[in-house]
């Protein structure tokens, strides 16, 4: 599987949203113009219980593919924290995973002082880990 670059600022925006909200899971979408990651868009947590699940707001994630296409920019990936557990998709994730042609990014702050960040392709069973490299 190819390797996906991340640019290092992209990776601190996700960082720093999941460490914003350390007590919930985090979400929101990545654009990306020409096929390279470029935009983050942060979503609010609209679950019942944000602490293990996370459900984006339909108002802004629609607002924000909005922006996406005003920009130019592609829907390149889905992220959302793990703010108890490792970076690895729980089975909640895998079921509700609605675009198998994505990648999906977990953040995991279990760890004190070190974030985690990994990345799949979630079909039905299916789980892939998506290697990441950060860029500059």
């Known amino acids: 599987m190819n390797i996906q670059l991340l640019p290092r600022a992209l990776i601190n925006q996700l960082l ?3 460490q914003q909200f350390p007590q ?9 113009r020409d096929g390279a ?8 947590n609209s679950a019942g ?4 699940l996370f459900t984006m707001d339909p108002t802004q994630q629609i607002a924000a593919l909005r922006t996406m296409r005003e920009r130019g920019e592609m829907l390149y990936a889905i992220y959302h924290s793990h703010p108890d557990t490792p970076p690895i998709p729980s089975r909640t994730d895998i079921d509700e995973a609605a675009y198998p ?3 999906y990014l977990i953040i995991s702050l279990q760890t004190k002082g070190l974030l985690e ?7 039905e069973d299916a789980v892939a880990e998506v290697p990441l490299e950060i860029h500059d």
């Open 16 to 18: 720093e949203h999941a």
């Open 24 to 32: 919930q899971e985090v979400c929101g979408l990545i654009g990306s």
């Open 37 to 44: 990651p470029a935009s983050c868009y942060p979503i609010a």
């Open 49 to 52: 219980e944000p602490r293990r």
């Open 101 to 103: 042609e994505m990648i």
């Open 117 to 123: 960040l990994r990345g799949y392709r979630l079909c």
